[in-house]
């Protein structure tokens, strides 16, 4: 992804703009680099209900809770066609990687999967109690 500012910066600043009342906060880190992710996680442990990554498309398998209290997981993975590469028709994708100049492609058909997470929180101080991934596949 292209350079941004610095995330974490943004993240404190943001965080301290929030009203002590909202007790419920949600981060969608949309980033490539699970390190960062990671990271980003860790950094908003116990100040934040959940951190979740976005942006790579594909579900991973380490959902958790970061002590105290945090839900976290590396990427939630996309709503759309698992028939493809990340949403997009294969064989388009396969030529952007082997031809030159590559052209745009389209949106993958079938195999329309629903990729969430479930993050119970306790109400009065934000903390979650446990996250579950939620993958719903449907075959056309
Ligand atoms: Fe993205």
């Not at 105290?68 to 990687?97: C, H, L, W």
Request: hydrophobic letters at 40%.
């Amino acid at each position: 992804m292209p350079p941004v500012d610095d995330p974490f910066r943004i993240a404190d600043e943001q965080i301290k703009l929030i009203p002590d009342d909202v007790k419920i906060r949600l981060v969608d880190f949309h980033a490539e680099a699970t390190s960062e992710k990671y990271a980003m996680g860790w950094f908003l442990a116990g100040r934040v209900s959940a951190v979740y990554g976005s942006h790579t498309h594909v579900p991973t398998a380490d959902e958790r809770i970061l002590e105290p209290g945090t839900a976290y997981i590396t990427d939630v993975g996309m709503t759309g066609s698992y028939a493809g590469v990340i949403g997009m028709e294969k064989n388009q994708i396969i030529e952007r990687f082997t031809k030159f100049p590559a052209r745009r492609a389209e949106h993958a058909k079938g195999d329309v999967w629903i990729c969430a997470v479930v993050v119970e929180v306790d109400e009065t101080n934000g903390e979650a109690k446990k996250i579950t991934q939620l993958r719903i596949e449907h075959q056309e």
